[in-house]
């Protein structure tokens, strides 16, 4: 048989077996490995969605598909400017998936993060640099997170005037599947509008976050469109304020112009409106401002649409259990609002989602009322981005190590005029004396060889101590029955007599830790964070000499360790009654109550007290008499110069308290606007601060703990000395309180 011509070659049949070998391998091989390593900062549904909310807590979702061999790795995450790493182990066999949600803290507005895949030997198998949100909101901006069923039907937003564009407020799309559910990254979140039918779709875990956000001080929009959506879920029917029934068409409707211009409220003196909410645009339904009519509030300028109000509308009837009609009236409410726990619950008897109410010319107005826009910035007037230092310095003047002492400015001037002495005229007079001029070459470096020790031995005596180790808890306690929900905000600050990191751990099955904030949004200490799960353990880096602050925000399941009542009010007295469950000692707290802090003393087992309606002190002048304190502490606690007690705050319990309200500095109680988070002086998250739940009404207790803490500490090595803090914060309704918009007026017909 004669061979074939192709294989007569011995060449080409060396090339046609190593052609058909790699077809073989092709065909028994698996395709080229590939890493996917996917990053999404902020909220939103995407890359290109992001939004984080200055000043806050936001989520950094990553994505990661191992195509290849199995290896451990590790992500991590640090910002561009500096600051806080956080790391997160991760195991990658072959052929998996993984998604990591890693709670990160925007510093500033200009957040730019580097984000790196390594694996066990340290070598970077991916990496992500200069990545940056769509959008970083200011912080004294409302952001709106929106869970809505179709994506053009969510929450919308009308814009500033093009003056104060930088202080826009924004709407952040989420998705199901990269809805949090760790608590402490919905923080940035002012509001969160959700619709029924997404409501079903969440599962345990994102629930419990969701409700721990809402009682923290969240502001929960729910759309309930479908009474079977709110029949199938369990968790949304017990926290309703109502009894969903039928939906049926409604045709009348113009309680929504009336509650949307109801509030007629002016501007101050002087302050004009301008810009885009100055002129209407035909159809558009902003409003016109002529200048007769110059320093109105916008919303009571809103022209009405008549094809909204005369179309027929799908609205869903409820009997009322708790709270107030918000639009509408107690026969035919469209929406209802009522306090949970520190946060509000508003219900939308209707779908925002449907027409007509899609088509409302007035639509991006009533989400701006009902998200509390402030009305200055869609009007224009008086309208400009405010600064302020954070309240992180007080609670670092409150417990910085007391062993650093600081070397008065006098003192400095006389060692300085002493060196200047010692190597100018007093050098020159002795050594003419002793004729012996030449000697200065000796002289001159012994002098500033023993200027150097001295300096360095002052330096030591005024500075050099042992390790130290403080905290100060702040609790906010959100009871349900026997067991409450504990949100604490725990300050720990580390004094260091040498260059050294110190281990953190945080036992909260929720929680995440950051460095102290100063003004220009810089975070001042640093340190490394490993996550594990929804909490974490991390080093601390502490410079020799020096007290380092750091802030753990957390929340927990426990028994309710404090109660509080508001059992009767009557014209001129109010009564009291608070449970001290907690086995603790409580030597003192105090109630702010219809705008007025009253002192309660020690509280034992039980107390119950009656308290005048003039009693006390107004809260606005307790806060601002110690304004000027915090001013004083922040910026000299910093300072290396300054007396024995600069940047010092000495009563711990009294200053927490102040704190707690710091929208009530040289903000007037008579006018309970929206209370922005940036008050000149001092700056507040949205999540800590209780100016709002005082505006509002509710009963606010603080209960003072020395020496006591409701969570293991997180130090997790043993300082020479320590000591431990806590105020307990309580908020419930008060009797006089009305769960409505800071913004407007519940409207009822």
Known sequence: METPAPFRNPHRRRRTARSVLALLLGLLLPARAELQFDVFPGYGMGASDGVVAEGAWAPVTFEIYNDGPSFDGVVELVSSQGGQTTVVPVELPTGTRKRLLVPFYATSRYLILDARLRDARGKVRAAHSQLQP?????????????????LSGGAVLPEVPRGVNQLQPAVARLSMELFPDNPIVLDGLAALYLHSSKAVELKANQVTALMVWLHSGGHLIVAAEQPGDIQATAWLRQVLPCEIQSVALRR???????????????AAPGQVPSGAAARRRPGTGAPAVEPQQAGLNPFTLLAPDTAFETADMPVTSANLRDGSVLVGTAASPLAIQCARGRGTLTVLLFSPELEPFKSWQSRSWFWAKLCDVPIEWLAGWNASRLSGNSVDGVFGALIDSKQIRKLPIGWLFVLLLAYLAVIGPIDQYVLKKLNRQMLTWITFPLYVAFFSVLIYYIGYRLRAGETEWNEFHVVDVLPHGERADLRG?????????????????????CAALRGERDLYGTEMSKATVEQHGNSFKGRLNAPIWTSQLFLSDWWKQAPTPITLQVLAATNNQYVVKVENLSGKRIPQARLVLDGRIHDLGELPRTKTVSLSRSGGQALNVFVNNLSGAFQSAISERRSQFGGRRSGVLNDPFVAAAAASFVSQILQPRSTPQFQPQFYGSVVASREFDLGPNAARGDAVLLAWLPGESLLPPLNKFNPKRTHTDTMLRVVVPSPRSKVQSPTSDAQSQ
């Open 134 to 150: 769509r959008l970083v909101t200011d912080r004294q901006s409302p952001l709106i997170g929106s869970l809505s069923k179709t």
């Open 252 to 266: 009348d409707h113009a309680a929504f112009q009336a509650w949307l211009t109801s509030d007629s409220r002016r």
């Open 489 to 509: 905000h725990t300050y720990g600050s580390v004094y260091s007599p040498v260059n050294a990191q110190y281990p953190v751990a945080s036992e909260a099955p």
